[in-house]
């Protein structure tokens, strides 16, 4: 919607995991090494020999949206033809629907009524031997790894017992949120991670990495000129998003919409707030160097003025409206009731903390 207005091409900021908008930073390009190098030496993030990993287990760990789906999809693209792999994206699975679903994305044939363990194991044996005879490898990626159980973590370690002189058969590449370290630091794993030959956790983007991510995703998407935010909005971006890429895609993409909808040219930080309370639900911010307990007093201190000049003052209410001594109907008693409060000219601390809302929500 806002792309001809900002003269795009496309959505820069779509959740999808494209590799094109991949951002490399410095973390990205050490997490991409890492998993090429568990593929067994096929080469390194700039493409230089990465000495091969001899099989085992390769495991890449991030918090929920700092881009690892995305780096496994750019992988993907780089995989040698002499590599197959067999990638498995939800893995609830049981150890047979585990087996089942390694033998269909090797397109191993399995005997008609294929049922137990066996059945599945033995022809993925037989292909990763006659694989290996042929001068291939074999990879298995799980995303999600942290929804494996137990037993199916069990399982993948025993079918990396099938090995030559030189190296393990299947290389296993586990990808996952930090749960993912915390299930293999049990003791009843400890076989299993004694062979994870590599390890990498991917942090968040820092706030100038965060501007060069926008930057990026702007310029793929086929953005010329100056950037359609200015400093404070991008810094108050980093503050909401906390550099992770998947909040800056939902934060800048809705700042977009917004500027686009008033007719602007670049995105402001109210632009941003706006923003982030419709996609995080974050409430806007105090007013700039007030704090959130400050601003609650001065609407106490309002209220209670408020008050006090409704009811304590009768002769103001006859300049502004009927006299109640004129008319039966009318009691003063709602307006003695309201000036209660005035038995104190300053609201006491603890009624003007009752009184002020909590503080705005921070990410």
Known sequence: MYAKHFGLTQDPFSIAPDPRYLFMSERH??????????????????GT??????????????EIGTGKTTVCRCLLEQIPAHCNVAYIFNPKLTVIELLQTVCDEFHIAVPPGAATAKDFIDPLNAHLLRTHAAGQSNVLIIDEAQNLSADVLEQLRLLTNLETNERKLLQIVLIGQPELRSLLARPDLEQLAQRVIARFHLDALSETETTQYITHRLAVAGHAGALPFDARALRRTYQLTRGVPRRINLLCGRALLGAY???????????????????FGVAPP???GVAPWAAGLVVAGLVAGGAWWLGASPSRMQASGPDPLANPTLSLKPARAM????????PTPSAAASAAPGPATRP
């Open 29 to 46: 390009r050490e997490a991409l090494a890492h998993l090429l190098y568990g593929l067994g030496g096929t080469g390194s993030a700039d």
């Open 49 to 62: 020999p990465a000495g091969g990993a001899g099989g085992g287990f390769v495991l890449l760990s991030g």
């Open 261 to 279: 909808a008033e007719q602007r040219g670049q995105v402001n930080r109210r632009v941003v707030d706006k923003a982030a309370a419709e996609v």
């Open 286 to 288: 105090a007013p700039r």
């Open 339 to 346: 000036a209660s409060p005035a038995s104190s000219p300053h």
